[in-house]
């Protein structure tokens, strides 16, 4: 099995495999937050307006564009804001700069999209290993 790393996402890239997207510090660790905290659903998009168009009185919006919290958007893009949030039995749709957009950038090609962090680095990692037939990338 290889391994693979692209440092960044870039429109031509395609995935055969498996894609570990890792945004360290906000997308990938605020998914997994928001899934701790009870969510029912996490869907991400790659734009704003995407986000928006999910809205409804069951659906919590989440996310940020250049560092901040968007007009609009029940919830920025903070892990521990995320743990905290009354979202139990909701879906949360989330959106950022770089972390939901490298996701979809990766779907595009791979058969399986994990979102990674140091927050569930293990779990990442061994899902990974199992999926994987012939390689696994990390974006």
Avoid: C, W
Avoid at 13 to 41: K, P, Q, S, W
Wanted: aromatic share 6%; proline share 4%; net charge neutral.
């Amino acid at each position: 099995m290889r391994l693979r790393v692209d440092l960044v996402p870039l429109p031509d890239l395609h995935y055969a495999d498996v894609v570990m997207v890792v945004d360290v510090i906000r997308a990938t660790t605020t998914a997994a937050a928001f899934l701790e905290a009870g969510a029912n659903a996490l869907y991400l998009t790659a734009t704003l307006e995407a986000a928006r168009a999910f809205k409804s009185g069951d659906v919590i919006l989440a996310g940020e564009e250049g560092g901040l919290k968007p007009n609009g958007f029940d919830y920025g893009n903070s892990p521990r804001e995320a743990k905290e949030a009354p979202v139990g039995g909701k879906t949360v749709v989330l959106s950022t700069t770089n972390g939901t957009k490298a996701a979809h950038l990766a779907a595009r090609s791979a058969k399986y999209v994990l979102l990674a962090s140091l927050y569930n680095a293990h779990a990442a990692a061994r899902i990974a290993n199992q999926l994987a037939s012939e390689e696994v990338a990390i974006l």
